[in-house]
């Protein structure tokens, strides 16, 4: 009876599985090398249909990933066209402000000569007045000038006009002028007035500074006669202007 009860008893030990045997020790599996195992049996036993999902939820979440890209990307350049708009902007409103309407006071002097007046002197010239800039372009003045011998010869007169600039840059800037004014006028004894007519020409040294100096020359001419003519008077001047 005990030799029955012993085969029985080895023959159910030989059944049992083995989980690995060195030849020394048996060595057990860890938990992720089991996990692992179970996860290769369940994706080797699933329907292609189930496959095919979980290829499809691989391929939305790298889609997924690259739509985040591009969206990270064209934000980029939103903000970078947007702080390029603001420098344009700033840009804009600075050369806008350079070019701004201001007034300037102007003040010259130089010598002269007149046409049709007796003089018997050297006569000067000099005035003073308003310059207002309208644009980089245009400027508009209103002026008061004396030109006179400081004996015999003056003719006084007071007139608006403009002036255009031609181009130029910020050391040397032509430009060319013309107004209407009141003037009078006194000579050989005899004195008269009436509306006067000029023309300038000339040109802008540092224009962009906060003084500028002007060289120009002047040609005006009384529309009414004194003793019989119309009395001009030219002179060169040089002036400032701030």
Known sequence: MKRFIVVILVMLIGKLPVVAYDGEEAQDFD???????????D??????AEQEKSGDGVAAVSKGGVQEAELSDESA??????TESVQVSDDSAAAENKHEKKISITAGIGT????????RKTPYSMHYGYVMSINPFVNGRLIGELT???????LA????GAEIVIGGNSYVTPFFG???GLAAARGSGKSGGGITMSTSAGAYLFRTDLYQVSLQGRLL?????????YPFSYSVKIGVQF
Not at 221 to 229: M, R, T, Y
């Open 31 to 41: 938990d992720t090398e089991i996990l692992e195992f179970d996860s290769f049996i």
């Open 43 to 48: 994706e080797s036993h699933s329907s292609p």
């Open 77 to 82: 350049d939103l903000s970078k066209q947007h």
């Open 112 to 119: 002269a000569g007149f046409i049709n007046l007796e003089n």
């Open 148 to 154: 006179t011998d400081f004996n015999s010869a003056i």
């Open 157 to 160: 007169a007071v007139e608006c």
């Open 178 to 180: 013309s107004g209407l």
């Open 221 to 229: 001419g009384l529309l009414s006669p004194v003793d019989g003519k």
